[in-house]
């Protein structure tokens, strides 16, 4: 399960099928430095989208695989 606490990196990691979500969300940030420590709640907020909504989507993908 994703936490907003966890770093983008992390959830890549974990879950390499949520990558297509971040990408359709416009967060095309995933190979930057900083999403490898950047938590999934500030990421998130960096691009205007609600952490919550965020996290609720991303577990919903892990859930369908």
Do not use: W
């Not at 983008?8 to 099928?17: D, I, W």
């Not at 995933?30 to 909504?53: F, N, Q, R, V, Y």
């Amino acid at each position: 399960m994703i936490t907003k606490d966890m770093t983008v990196g992390q959830v890549l990691r974990t879950y390499p099928q949520t990558v297509q979500t971040f990408l359709e969300l416009g967060m095309h940030c995933l190979g930057c430095p900083s999403s490898a420590m950047e938590s999934i709640e500030g990421a998130a907020l960096t691009h205007g989208k609600k952490p919550d909504e965020l996290v609720e989507h991303l577990n919903k993908v892990i859930a369908a695989n």
